[in-house]
């Protein structure tokens, strides 16, 4: 009886690393049916996923255009996921820049208020025309653009209570009304407000008008 346990302890033994190495064959069989399909199910997929990646990037574009910036940037991000290489998602690449200073859409394709901008960016006679154009921007609701012709009239007359008024606007709208990152708004608001003490220090009479 002792004898037979024995025997078949020993043939137990030896079929154990049999066992071991059937197993690891078969994990390394699947594993390579599994990396196949996945090969197979990537390549045919992929003019799908640049059709959809290509769609994501219009709209991201479209978005970029109107300056809806966190919008743009969201169909940006879709379109890297379905194609981490789309060299057409440029536009992510002057997104940040673009919504802290507009001008870095003034190349973009197709742009629908380049007019705007060239209107913004017309040097001035003078400071008191830079504020009439800012003015005039503002009230079209083009926060962005209206801080370069304020802008232009504090660099022009530092002592011009007006341009400092209209720049904390524009700056203070921008800030408030564009969609852009918190970060961002930041520094709009910091700008306006340095640019509203400014008008204090200029006249510390004048009352800045509330909601502006």
């Known amino acids: 009886m002792k004898t037979e346990n024995l025997n078949n302890k020993i043939v137990n033994s030896k079929e154990k690393p049999k066992d071991k190495k059937a197993v ?4 390394i069989k699947w594993t390579i049916i599994v990396i196949i399909v996945f090969v197979v199910f990537f390549l045919l997929t992929k003019p799908l ?3 959809s990646s290509n769609n994501y990037v219009t709209s991201g574009d479209n978005y970029l255009k109107e300056r809806k910036f966190l919008a743009a940037d969201l169909e940006y991000q879709k379109a890297l ?3 981490p290489g789309n060299i057409k998602a440029e536009g992510r690449r002057i997104l940040e820049k673009a919504s802290k200073n507009v ?4 190349n973009f394709p197709n742009i629908n208020f380049s007019a705007k901008i ?3 960016t ?7 025309e830079a504020v009439k154009l800012s003015k005039k921007l503002i009230e079209e609701n083009e926060y962005q653009l209206a ?9 022009m007359d ?5 341009a400092w008024l209209y720049y904390g606007i524009a700056n203070l709208k921008s800030g408030e009304l564009l969609q852009i990152k918190p970060e961002i708004k930041e520094e709009y608001f910091k700008k306006a407000k340095e640019a509203f003490a400014k008008v204090k220090e200029i006249d510390p009479e004048y009352k800045i008008p509330a909601g502006v």
């Open 24 to 27: 690891v064959f078969l994990i």
């Open 49 to 51: 996923r640049g059709y």
């Open 81 to 83: 996921v379905f194609d």
């Open 103 to 106: 001008l870095e859409l003034e």
């Open 118 to 120: 060239k209107e913004a």
């Open 122 to 128: 017309v040097f001035p006679e003078n400071e008191v």
């Open 147 to 155: 801080t370069i012709p304020a802008l232009t009239a504090t660099e």
């Open 158 to 162: 530092k002592e011009y209570r007006d």
